[in-house]
T-cell receptor
Framework: GQQVMQIPQYQHVQEGEDFTTYCNSS?????IQWYKQRPGGHPVFLIQ?????EVKKQKRLTFQFGEAKKNSSLHITATQTTDVGTYFC???????????FGQGTTLQVKP | DGGITQSPKYLFRKEGQNVTLSCEQN?????MYWYRQDPGQGLRLIYY???????QKGDIAEGYSVSREKKESFPLTVTSAQKNPTAFYLC????????????FGPGTRLTVL
Protein backbone atom coordinates (compact mmCIF):
# COMPACT_ATOMS: atom_id res chain seq x y z
CA GLY A 1 0.00 0.00 0.00
CA GLN A 2 0.92 3.63 -0.11
CA GLN A 3 3.69 4.64 2.27
CA VAL A 4 5.13 7.91 3.45
CA MET A 5 8.62 7.60 4.87
CA GLN A 6 10.23 10.26 7.00
CA ILE A 7 13.87 10.65 8.03
CA PRO A 8 15.60 10.96 10.35
CA GLN A 9 13.57 9.40 13.15
CA TYR A 10 15.41 11.43 15.82
CA GLN A 11 17.63 14.49 15.72
CA HIS A 12 19.50 16.17 18.56
CA VAL A 13 20.86 19.64 17.87
CA GLN A 14 22.48 22.43 19.83
CA GLU A 15 20.34 25.52 20.13
CA GLY A 16 21.11 27.78 17.18
CA GLU A 17 21.91 24.95 14.77
CA ASP A 18 19.74 24.24 11.74
CA PHE A 19 17.48 21.19 11.37
CA THR A 20 15.93 19.44 8.38
CA THR A 21 13.48 16.55 8.12
CA TYR A 22 12.68 14.78 4.86
CA CYS A 23 9.52 13.08 3.69
CA ASN A 24 9.23 10.64 0.76
CA SER A 25 6.12 9.03 -0.67
CA SER A 26 5.89 5.84 -2.70
CA UNK A 27 3.19 7.48 -4.84
CA UNK A 28 2.43 10.96 -6.16
CA UNK A 29 0.68 13.09 -3.58
CA UNK A 30 -2.15 15.56 -4.14
CA UNK A 31 -0.84 17.69 -1.29
CA ILE A 32 1.53 17.57 1.67
CA GLN A 33 0.71 18.76 5.15
CA TRP A 34 3.05 19.26 8.11
CA TYR A 35 2.08 18.90 11.76
CA LYS A 36 3.95 19.48 15.02
CA GLN A 37 3.33 17.48 18.18
CA ARG A 38 4.84 18.80 21.40
CA PRO A 39 5.82 16.22 24.04
CA GLY A 40 2.65 14.98 25.74
CA GLY A 41 0.47 16.90 23.28
CA HIS A 42 -1.47 16.35 20.11
CA PRO A 43 -0.56 17.14 16.49
CA VAL A 44 -1.14 20.72 15.41
CA PHE A 45 -1.35 21.72 11.76
CA LEU A 46 1.50 23.88 10.49
CA ILE A 47 1.06 24.23 6.75
CA GLN A 48 -0.17 22.68 3.50
CA UNK A 49 1.61 22.63 0.14
CA UNK A 50 -0.28 21.78 -3.04
CA UNK A 51 1.72 22.87 -6.09
CA UNK A 52 4.71 21.11 -7.60
CA UNK A 53 7.94 22.80 -6.48
CA GLU A 54 6.12 24.99 -3.96
CA VAL A 55 8.10 26.68 -1.19
CA LYS A 56 6.51 28.35 1.82
CA LYS A 57 8.07 30.08 4.81
CA GLN A 58 6.85 30.65 8.33
CA LYS A 59 9.42 32.74 10.21
CA ARG A 60 12.37 30.33 10.70
CA LEU A 61 10.56 27.37 9.08
CA THR A 62 10.86 26.66 5.34
CA PHE A 63 8.67 24.01 3.68
CA GLN A 64 9.26 22.56 0.22
CA PHE A 65 7.19 20.27 -2.01
CA GLY A 66 9.16 18.39 -4.65
CA GLU A 67 8.74 18.83 -8.39
CA ALA A 68 7.39 15.30 -8.75
CA LYS A 69 5.07 15.77 -5.74
CA LYS A 70 6.56 12.70 -4.07
CA ASN A 71 8.82 14.34 -1.52
CA SER A 72 8.90 17.25 0.87
CA SER A 73 11.17 18.83 3.45
CA LEU A 74 10.93 21.05 6.50
CA HIS A 75 13.95 23.15 7.41
CA ILE A 76 14.28 25.09 10.65
CA THR A 77 16.93 27.81 10.78
CA ALA A 78 18.64 28.57 14.10
CA THR A 79 16.65 26.19 16.28
CA GLN A 80 15.25 27.29 19.63
CA THR A 81 14.14 25.21 22.62
CA THR A 82 10.55 25.99 21.66
CA ASP A 83 11.06 23.96 18.46
CA VAL A 84 11.24 20.73 20.48
CA GLY A 85 8.68 18.14 19.42
CA THR A 86 7.83 15.62 16.74
CA TYR A 87 7.25 16.84 13.20
CA PHE A 88 4.98 14.80 10.94
CA CYS A 89 4.42 15.05 7.23
CA UNK A 90 1.17 13.73 5.79
CA UNK A 91 -0.28 13.55 2.32
CA UNK A 92 -3.41 12.73 0.39
CA UNK A 93 -3.12 10.44 -2.60
CA UNK A 94 -6.00 10.40 -5.05
CA UNK A 95 -9.52 10.95 -3.75
CA UNK A 96 -9.69 8.45 -0.92
CA UNK A 97 -10.05 11.12 1.74
CA UNK A 98 -7.38 9.37 3.78
CA UNK A 99 -4.38 11.30 5.02
CA UNK A 100 -1.24 9.14 5.16
CA PHE A 101 1.23 10.14 7.89
CA GLY A 102 4.96 9.66 7.98
CA GLN A 103 6.51 8.18 11.13
CA GLY A 104 7.64 11.59 12.34
CA THR A 105 10.98 13.16 13.25
CA THR A 106 11.54 13.93 16.92
CA LEU A 107 13.66 17.01 17.47
CA GLN A 108 15.56 17.63 20.71
CA VAL A 109 17.26 20.99 21.20
CA LYS A 110 20.03 21.39 23.77
CA PRO A 111 20.19 24.88 25.28
CA ASP B 1 -15.18 28.13 22.33
CA GLY B 2 -14.88 25.81 19.34
CA GLY B 3 -12.86 22.66 19.46
CA ILE B 4 -12.62 18.93 19.63
CA THR B 5 -12.69 17.10 22.94
CA GLN B 6 -11.78 13.61 24.01
CA SER B 7 -12.38 12.04 27.36
CA PRO B 8 -11.00 10.71 29.52
CA LYS B 9 -7.32 11.65 29.15
CA TYR B 10 -6.18 8.38 30.77
CA LEU B 11 -8.13 5.12 30.78
CA PHE B 12 -7.31 1.80 32.35
CA ARG B 13 -9.12 -1.42 31.54
CA LYS B 14 -8.72 -5.08 32.24
CA GLU B 15 -7.91 -7.44 29.41
CA GLY B 16 -11.02 -8.85 27.75
CA GLN B 17 -13.21 -5.81 28.38
CA ASN B 18 -14.60 -3.59 25.67
CA VAL B 19 -14.03 0.13 26.16
CA THR B 20 -15.51 3.15 24.38
CA LEU B 21 -13.55 6.35 23.84
CA SER B 22 -15.50 9.52 23.28
CA CYS B 23 -14.84 12.25 20.71
CA GLU B 24 -16.97 15.37 20.37
CA GLN B 25 -16.52 18.40 18.12
CA ASN B 26 -18.43 21.67 17.86
CA UNK B 27 -16.64 22.90 14.74
CA UNK B 28 -19.49 21.82 12.46
CA UNK B 29 -17.06 19.59 10.57
CA UNK B 30 -18.39 16.84 8.33
CA UNK B 31 -15.37 14.55 8.54
CA MET B 32 -14.02 12.82 11.63
CA TYR B 33 -11.14 10.40 12.14
CA TRP B 34 -9.64 8.03 14.68
CA TYR B 35 -5.90 7.40 14.80
CA ARG B 36 -3.71 5.22 16.91
CA GLN B 37 -0.22 6.35 17.90
CA ASP B 38 2.44 4.00 19.24
CA PRO B 39 5.94 5.08 20.39
CA GLY B 40 8.26 5.75 17.45
CA GLN B 41 5.48 5.36 14.92
CA GLY B 42 3.36 7.78 13.02
CA LEU B 43 -0.38 8.06 13.20
CA ARG B 44 -2.22 5.05 11.85
CA LEU B 45 -5.80 5.49 10.69
CA ILE B 46 -8.38 3.24 12.38
CA TYR B 47 -11.69 4.54 10.98
CA TYR B 48 -12.95 7.69 9.37
CA UNK B 49 -16.33 9.20 8.62
CA UNK B 50 -17.05 11.64 5.83
CA UNK B 51 -20.62 12.33 6.86
CA UNK B 52 -23.22 11.38 9.46
CA UNK B 53 -24.34 7.73 9.37
CA UNK B 54 -21.40 6.75 7.19
CA UNK B 55 -17.91 5.54 8.01
CA GLN B 56 -15.05 3.62 6.38
CA LYS B 57 -12.31 1.36 7.66
CA GLY B 58 -8.83 2.75 7.83
CA ASP B 59 -5.59 0.79 7.74
CA ILE B 60 -5.91 -0.93 11.13
CA ALA B 61 -9.66 -1.35 11.75
CA GLU B 62 -9.55 -4.91 13.08
CA GLY B 63 -10.68 -5.08 16.71
CA TYR B 64 -12.30 -1.64 16.63
CA SER B 65 -15.79 -0.35 15.90
CA VAL B 66 -17.31 3.12 15.49
CA SER B 67 -20.64 4.87 15.02
CA ARG B 68 -21.57 8.25 13.63
CA GLU B 69 -25.17 8.91 14.65
CA LYS B 70 -24.62 12.62 15.20
CA LYS B 71 -22.42 15.09 13.34
CA GLU B 72 -20.70 16.16 16.54
CA SER B 73 -19.86 12.73 17.89
CA PHE B 74 -17.69 9.83 16.69
CA PRO B 75 -17.13 7.30 19.52
CA LEU B 76 -14.59 4.50 19.14
CA THR B 77 -15.02 1.11 20.80
CA VAL B 78 -11.91 -0.94 21.43
CA THR B 79 -13.11 -4.52 21.59
CA SER B 80 -11.57 -7.54 23.26
CA ALA B 81 -10.62 -8.73 19.76
CA GLN B 82 -7.96 -6.03 19.51
CA LYS B 83 -4.74 -7.86 20.38
CA ASN B 84 -2.60 -4.90 21.47
CA PRO B 85 -5.01 -2.16 22.60
CA THR B 86 -2.60 -0.21 24.82
CA ALA B 87 -1.84 2.97 22.87
CA PHE B 88 -2.49 6.69 22.53
CA TYR B 89 -5.74 7.32 20.62
CA LEU B 90 -6.28 10.57 18.75
CA CYS B 91 -9.52 11.83 17.29
CA UNK B 92 -9.52 14.49 14.58
CA UNK B 93 -11.99 16.39 12.45
CA UNK B 94 -11.89 18.44 9.26
CA UNK B 95 -14.48 20.42 7.29
CA UNK B 96 -14.50 17.69 4.62
CA UNK B 97 -12.09 14.92 3.66
CA UNK B 98 -10.81 16.87 0.67
CA UNK B 99 -7.35 18.25 1.39
CA UNK B 100 -8.38 20.10 4.52
CA UNK B 101 -6.22 20.41 7.58
CA UNK B 102 -7.20 18.15 10.45
CA UNK B 103 -7.89 19.42 13.95
CA PHE B 104 -6.88 17.00 16.67
CA GLY B 105 -8.31 16.40 20.12
CA PRO B 106 -6.02 16.06 23.16
CA GLY B 107 -6.04 12.26 22.94
CA THR B 108 -6.85 9.37 25.27
CA ARG B 109 -4.08 7.15 26.60
CA LEU B 110 -5.53 3.66 27.00
CA THR B 111 -3.74 1.08 29.12
CA VAL B 112 -5.02 -2.47 29.20
CA LEU B 113 -3.79 -4.40 32.22
Amino acid sequence: GQQVMQIPQYQHVQEGEDFTTYCNSSTTLSNIQWYKQRPGGHPVFLIQLVKSGEVKKQKRLTFQFGEAKKNSSLHITATQTTDVGTYFCAGHSGNTGKLIFGQGTTLQVKP
Amino acid sequence: DGGITQSPKYLFRKEGQNVTLSCEQNLNHDAMYWYRQDPGQGLRLIYYSQIVNDFQKGDIAEGYSVSREKKESFPLTVTSAQKNPTAFYLCASSPTTSYNEQFFGPGTRLTVL
